[in-house]
């Protein structure tokens, strides 16, 4: 699994999260891409999370190899 996000603000980000709560992209930082293959089976969750004061446009791609 991929995810992409494109945006103007710096302070927006993307977290991914395990099924059991874990954050395995952004865990070490704010990031805006990120692949790799899912270590276990389940519902994922794909945060995008806003630290600024004010609104951010995004687009985000999830890709599924």
Known sequence: MGVSLDTLSVHTYISVLTPSGENMAGADGPIHYGSG????????????????????DFALTVFIQ
């Open 37 to 56: 293959t899912l270590p276990v089976d389940g519902d994922y969750a794909i945060e995008v999370v806003n630290g600024g004061t004010g609104s951010a």
